[in-house]
């Protein structure tokens, strides 16, 4: 046993003065972690059992213009809440419809009907970042009613181009990954890349983004998806505690409502677009990816020409971005305003190019992949749009 240490005290006697054992201060640290913990565990246990579920999308989406687009009761139930990018697509749906359309999802989160493996040595792999346009809205078109009755052949462009790349070359393993999601910005896909290229490893990158970068909201995405490691932290607790969900709930309601003026804008400012694209473009050569920029469609300038006057704004800058810094620049003529009234059977509606649409863009991107040689002596066929 240690010897006791001496100590004098104020009357000038000496005392002994037992030191608690290292072990046993950790014993007693040990112990009143575990009994915290244990109250956490309790608190999160009897909120699960006792208080209604909160659901992190809920919380993550608070401006209006995007709780329209994803977090509302029409549009929930393909979408979960993610820590980073707000919102994403819930894993492993099964042929769900979805406003009109039919899809599936794999355990990433991603549009596919297969699961996404590690990237097999000498596989081709190209990856399709994007918005609604490249998720392949309402391709193909399906009636709730009649979820079965659809036409299987009318297929977005990322899965129309691996379709026709792998009937073209039999003996090679070609990948195309839909990374897209409805009302994503270049800001969120920027962050989403930044994350996620080093496991994807692609051979292509295409990019493409538009139309929810120009709409306008109450709140930018600079403001309204903080991406640094705090912000995504508390959402990620948000996500994974219901007792921290109802603690964010309840402190949010406590809040007084703001008295700013709301002056509407768009998303995402024009020249912070520009900057995105070419980060997401330079990044992409950065791992040794092929490049290749999408302008975005649009259909006419009658309908919004306040939009149409916006979009086409930031179509040029990009155009004139991606020519000075050598990025290949794809601007299909029949999906831009310059081609209406005849363009309009390319089209759902303003935004969206349908299936017939889909084609014709898979079918400019076959051309400028044979013209380039981007996938080496990878057989490039021909496309009837």
Not at 65 to 85: N, R, T
Not at 103 to 116: C, E, G, V, Y
Not at 135 to 154: K, S
Not at 204 to 233: C, H, M, R, Y
Request: proline letters at 7%.
């Amino acid at each position: 046993m240690k010897d006791p240490e001496n100590q004098i005290d104020r009357t000038g006697q000496v005392k002994a003065i037992h030191r608690i054992p290292l072990s046993r201060r950790l014993a007693y640290v040990a112990i009143i972690y575990l009994i915290f913990i244990l109250l956490l565990l309790g608190i999160e246990v009897g909120t699960r059992l006792l208080m209604p579920h909160l659901s992190s999308l809920d919380l993550f989406v608070v401006t209006p213009q995007q709780k329209a687009q994803v977090a509302d009761a029409k549009q929930s139930p393909i979408f979960e809440g993610d820590p980073l990018l707000l919102w994403r697509l819930k894993p492993n749906l099964d042929h769900v419809v979805w406003d009109f359309t039919v899809l599936s999802t794999n355990a990433q989160h991603l549009r596919s009907d297969k699961p996404l493996q590690a990237k097999q040595a000498g596989a081709i792999r190209i990856v399709c970042l994007g918005d609604s346009v490249t998720f392949g809205y309402r391709v193909p078109t399906v009636w709730p009613e009649r979820p079965n009755d659809y036409d299987h052949q009318a297929l977005p462009y990322p899965m129309l181009l691996e379709k026709e790349l792998r009937a073209a070359n039999p003996a090679r393993q070609i990948e195309v990954v839909t990374m897209a999601v409805p009302g994503y910005t270049s800001y969120q896909g920027l962050a989403w890349l930044r994350r996620d290229i080093d496991r994807l490893k692609p051979d292509l990158l295409t990019i493409g983004f538009g139309w929810n970068d120009a709409s306008f909201s109450d709140v930018p995405d600079s403001e309204a998806i903080k991406t640094n490691w705090q912000a995504v932290t508390v959402r990620w607790l948000v996500d994974h505690s219901q007792a921290f969900a109802h603690a964010t709930h309840w402190l949010r309601s406590r809040q007084s409502s703001s008295t700013r003026v709301v002056r509407p804008a768009p998303r995402v400012l024009e020249q912070d677009y520009l900057n995105n694209m070419l980060a997401m473009a330079q990044l992409g050569r950065q791992k040794h990816a092929t490049v290749i920029i999408l302008a975005a469609p649009y259909r006419d300038r009658t309908t919004n020409p306040a939009e149409a006057a916006l979009m086409q704004s930031y179509r040029d800058g990009l155009r004139s971005v991606s020519n000075q810094n050598g990025i290949a620049f794809l601007e299909v003529h029949d999906l831009t305003p310059d081609a209406f009234p005849a363009n309009q059977a390319w089209f759902g509606e303003l935004i969206h190019p349908n299936h017939r649409g889909h084609r014709l863009l898979t079918s400019e991107l076959l051309k400028r992949l044979a013209q380039n040689r981007a996938l080496g002596d990878l057989n490039i066929p021909a496309l009837t749009p």
